[in-house]
């Protein structure tokens, strides 16, 4: 990741993320730390590679990671996730999505030669962690960078009212 990258995220989804953080403490830059995060290392590479800024969202969002045993995700395995009834669909997007990613960034190429593995994370701000059977995720809207970027928003603003800061101008992060 460099500064031209984030840069260059800031400047192609500020029509979005602006206004969907009005009224909250929230701020683009926040947003972009957020997306460079998760999946910067990804989206840098296809925005480098020429894919046109509206095909990004629908494909920087997977991640064919482990869970991190903290965050009680789900699948924490592909046995947890063949116990659910919509088990197929979800393998099958999952799927997909490490095999669409794959060709465009490099790394992904032995990974997808596995064919037990797939993505657990979606959404250019992994706003779905290690997916849920929902209709979101079966519609794939994580594609999609308004609706992503409204499920991020939509988490983050649950963790301020949770720690008490809803309704706040201006977040202090840290003081000396």
Not at 28 to 43: F, K, N, R, S, Y
Not at 66 to 71: G, H, L, Q, R
């Amino acid at each position: 990741m460099t500064r031209d990258d984030i840069a260059w995220f800031k400047e192609q989804f500020a029509g979005w993320i602006t206004p969907a953080l009005q009224g909250t403490p929230l701020t683009i830059d926040l947003m972009a730390a957020v997306a460079c995060q998760e999946t910067g290392p990804v989206w840098s590479r296809l925005r480098r590679r020429g894919l046109p800024v509206q095909e990004i969202p629908a494909v920087a969002w997977a991640t064919p990671s482990t869970p991190p045993a903290a965050a009680a995700p789900f699948p924490v395995n592909r046995a947890a996730l063949v116990a659910t009834s919509r088990w197929r669909s979800h393998v099958r997007i999952a799927r997909a999505a490490l095999e669409r990613m794959s060709p465009l960034v490099p790394g992904y190429t032995s990974v997808v030669r596995q064919p037990h593995k797939f993505c657990h994370a979606f959404g250019i701000f992994h706003d779905l962690q290690f997916f849920r059977p929902t209709r979101a995720f079966l519609e794939r809207r994580y594609e999609d960078f308004p609706a992503s970027l409204a499920k991020a928003v939509q988490e983050l603003k649950r963790g301020l009212t949770r720690n008490g800061l809803a309704g706040k101008d201006r977040v202090r992060i840290w003081s000396w």
